[in-house]
């Protein structure tokens, strides 16, 4: 059995759904909402690699190490981005969440913290976690503050760690949150999900 089994996590009109072929359209309408892969920091795939990217996300599943999600509109299936697990180590009960995008009509509304506290609950309340870990890179200013403000703790970088799109470089700055740590951050991302708008 493996450690992340096929499970789609719902909550406020968002969907995290295991990640199929059939998602390939919908991934490609959404990166080209803001043509993401044009930016060098982010792992979004071009619209000709759209394909290739589920079905190398697919393989990763197979193998035990990644599990993919698109995330959709509840209501309508429309898909608003991906986000994963990823680096899953079942002897040390350990996830990171990553591979996180999403179109940039989405960006700053609710989906990301909804995606988080889906994500965060199944790990630590559903997988019994110990730990939960996120990585980017050293310039991606955005995603290290919407990491921090989940109250994960900065571990560290590791310079010179992986290859940029372009060929780069970068080095990547390692977050993990641990399950004691999950009540209080818990209560912080409900209490941003209920704040009148």
């Avoid at 609950?121 to 503050?145: I, P, Y």
Wanted: proline residues 4%; contains cysteine; charged residues 25%.
């Amino acid at each position: 059995m493996a450690f992340v089994e096929p499970v789609t996590l719902r909550d406020r009109g968002v969907a995290l759904v295991p990640l199929a072929l059939e998602h390939e359209e919908g991934l490609k309408a959404a990166a080209a909402d803001g043509a993401l892969w044009n930016l060098r920091i982010t792992s979004v795939p071009e619209p000709e690699s759209t394909r290739k990217y589920i079905e190398d996300a697919l393989a990763m599943r197979e193998a035990g190490n990644r599990f993919a999600f698109a995330v959709t509109d509840d209501a309508s299936g429309k898909v608003l981005g991906c986000t994963s697990y990823h680096d899953i180590v079942p002897a040390l009960q350990r996830v990171e969440i990553g591979w996180t995008w999403y179109a940039q009509s989405v960006q700053r509304s609710h989906v990301n913290t909804t995606c988080k506290l889906l994500l965060l609950t199944h790990a630590f309340e559903t997988l019994g976690c110990a730990v939960v870990g996120w990585r980017t890179d050293n310039f991606n200013f955005k995603s290290q503050a919407a990491i921090e403000r989940l109250g994960a703790k900065k571990d560290g970088v590791i310079r010179h760690h992986t290859l940029r799109r372009d060929g780069t470089v970068r080095d990547t700055v390692m977050y993990s949150m641990r399950a004691g740590e999950w009540p209080e951050a818990k209560a912080q991302l409900l209490y941003l999900l209920n704040k009148p708008r």
